[in-house]
C-alpha cells in the first residue's frame, strides 16, 4: 500500500517544543498534546502560511493558544459528541479548539466508524463558525494566499 519514492525522504525526529527548518523559511514545529507521552501536533509555517495538524488529542487550551491564528488547522475527529473521551475531539471540541485558536478554516480528519453515522463538519462550525469541512483522501488545500 505503499508507494515507490520518486524524491529523496530523510526521517528526522523531532520533540514537543521543538522545531526544524524544511526550506527557505518554511519550519516544522511540534507540540505536546494530552493522548499518549508520545503525542505531538505540528505546524508548517512560513511568512505568508500558518497550518496546524493537531494529530490525536484531547481538548488543550494550550493547544489552542500555540495553534493560534493558523490558516488552516486539521484537527482529529473520532467521536460524536454523545461518546466523547478525554484523548480524542468530538466535533463541537474541534469546533470549540478551532475558534479558541482563531483559525481561518477547520478540516476534519481520523473519524472512527462510530462517528460515520453523524455530521462531524455541521456539528463543528456551530461550534466555530467558520468554514469546516471533513478530509478525504487526496484533498489538497491552499493556504496563505487571500
Known amino acids: 500500500w505503499v508507494l515507490e519514492l520518486v524524491y529523496p525522504l530523510a526521517l528526522v525526529e523531532i520533540a514537543a517544543g521543538e522545531s526544524l527548518e524544511l526550506s527557505g523559511d518554511v519550519r516544522l514545529e511540534a507540540w505536546k498534546t494530552p493522548h499518549t507521552d508520545e503525542s505531538l501536533a505540528y505546524a508548517v509555517r512560513d511568512a505568508d502560511a500558518h497550518l496546524v495538524y493537531t494529530g490525536d488529542t484531547g481538548p488543550s487550551d494550550d493547544l489552542a493558544r500555540w495553534a493560534k ?16 473521551i478525554a484523548i480524542h475531539l468530538s466535533p463541537t471540541q474541534a469546533g470549540t479548539l478551532a475558534r479558541a485558536a482563531g ?4 478540516v476534519l480528519t481520523h473519524f472512527y ?11 463543528a462550525a456551530r461550534a466555530f463558525g467558520g468554514e ?9 488545500f491552499t493556504i496563505g494566499v487571500d
Do not use: F, K, M, Q
Open 69 to 84: 491564528g493558523c490558516d488552516l488547522l486539521l484537527a482529529e475527529c473520532s467521536l460524536p459528541d454523545n461518546r466523547a
Open 103 to 106: 483559525a481561518r478554516r477547520l
Open 113 to 123: 466508524p462510530a462517528i460515520e453515522a453523524t455530521d462531524p463538519t455541521s456539528v
Open 132 to 140: 469546516v469541512l471533513a478530509a478525504n483522501d487526496g484533498d489538497r
